[in-house]
């Protein structure tokens, strides 16, 4: 998980509420993603990012929100709107301007609504 | 569009016996294809990754992969399996050209027996 950490591991939200995830790295990657896992499904991607100040919707955008406002950060916020945000929430970024053709994971946050 | 399959939710194998994990994809164009490997409750570390030249791709922890374009296949191999490659292991496919969207399969639980 070098190089990407993710706050917090466990978090724990009241219907309602709007919480945010934290995604840092110290990689000088271009590109940021936001994935959500839950059993059998796979990674989907929820949002990306592949420049300072842009991002785009990935395939489950509905009910998130995110900024990138610095190259090391791309935080997501998970807002009242998402009906079923109980799940394992990822963080990865790449360089493939460089060839680093790989996604670098975080170690993830796991959210659970209450 | 692209996708990729993971036909087997689990593969079990014996110790010392040699593994594959099998994957297929789908892409118009020509295909970047990746095996990553996560263990529980962690992000997903890079295994190899094919993306052009040879198509046996050695990678992290003694795996292999083979890409075979006539079936659009990339099974990931390992010819001696250690209790410690127990894990959940994801097949990804990036397209070539433009934003390089990642998709990933479902994911295959390689449980190896003592």
């Known amino acids: 998980d070098g190089g990407i950490t993710q706050s917090p591991k466990y978090l724990f939200r009241k219907e309602g509420q709007n919480v945010t995830l934290s995604c840092e790295q110290n990689?000088?990657?271009?590109?940021m993603y936001w994935y959500r896992q839950d059993p059998g499904q796979g990674l989907r991607l929820i949002y990306y990012?592949?420049?300072?100040?842009?991002?785009q919707k990935g395939d489950i955008a509905e009910g998130y929100s995110v900024s990138r406002e610095k190259k090391e950060s791309f935080p997501l916020t998970v807002t009242s709107a998402q009906k079923n945000p109980t799940a394992f929430y990822l963080c990865?970024?790449?360089?493939?301007?460089?060839?680093?053709?790989?996604?670098?994971f975080g170690p993830g946050t796991r959210l659970t609504v209450l | 569009a692209q996708s990729v399959a993971q036909p087997e939710d689990q593969v079990n194998v014996a110790e010392g016996n040699p593994l594959t994990v099998k994957c297929t994809y789908s892409?118009?164009?020509?295909?970047?294809l990746f095996w990553y490997v996560q263990y529980p409750n962690r992000g997903l570390q890079f295994l190899l990754k094919?993306?052009?030249?040879?198509?046996l791709v050695k990678g992290s922890y003694g795996f292999e992969a083979e890409f075979n374009k006539s079936q659009t296949s990339f099974h990931l191999k390992k010819p001696s399996a250690l209790v410690s490659d127990s894990a959940l292991y994801f097949c990804?496919?990036?397209?070539?050209?433009?934003?390089?969207?990642?998709?990933f399969g479902t994911g295959t639980k390689l449980q190896v027996i003592p």
């Open positions: 990865a970024s790449s360089n493939p301007g460089q060839g680093l053709n790989e996604q670098f």
């Open positions: 990689l000088n990657h271009d590109a």
């Open positions: 990012s592949q420049i300072v100040n842009d991002f």
């Open positions: 892409v118009s164009g020509n295909p970047y």
């Open positions: 094919y993306i052009t030249g040879d198509n």
């Open positions: 990804a496919l990036r397209n070539s050209g433009g934003y390089q969207k990642v998709t």
